[in-house]
């Protein structure tokens, strides 16, 4: 069964740091983008950070600067490195993915489940 399973949420205070890790686990043939977003309660799920297949990336204006999204292709893994923690990045953070799963037509979009992130002190 495919699916993408997040770690790395958690409880920190704010200007602190938490890196966030995304596995994709199935029968894959090939992932093309990844990333991350966000929704905070009573708001829209926005986006965080995307990189592609081939390294390239971007970022929301608010993060720039702060977070880092990178990949493990061997691993099929994305992570995000958070730092410079505000209580405005407060929210549940998901992983997406495009990826070809065996035995399915073509390019999907795939979404985890979420790990809760939260800046207080």
């Known amino acids: 069964q495919l699916q993408l399973v997040e770690s790395g949420g958690g409880l920190v205070q704010p200007g602190g740091s938490l890196r966030l890790s995304c596995i994709a686990s199935?029968?894959?043939?090939?992932?093309?983008?990844m990333g991350w977003y966000r929704q905070a309660p009573g708001k829209q799920r926005e986006l965080v950070a995307t990189?592609?297949?081939?390294?390239?990336?971007n970022y929301e204006d608010s993060v720039k600067g702060r977070f880092t999204i990178s990949r493990d292709n061997a691993k099929n893994t994305v992570y995000l490195q958070m730092n410079s923690l505000k209580p405005a990045d407060t929210a549940v953070y998901y992983c997406?993915?495009?990826?070809?799963?065996?035995?399915?037509?073509?390019?999907?979009?795939?979404w985890g489940r979420g790990t809760q992130v939260t800046v207080s002190s």
């Open positions: 997406n993915a495009y990826l070809f799963a065996l035995r399915t037509s073509g390019t999907q979009e795939y």
């Open positions: 199935g029968r894959i043939f090939s992932i093309n983008s």
């Open positions: 990189i592609s297949s081939g390294g390239s990336t």
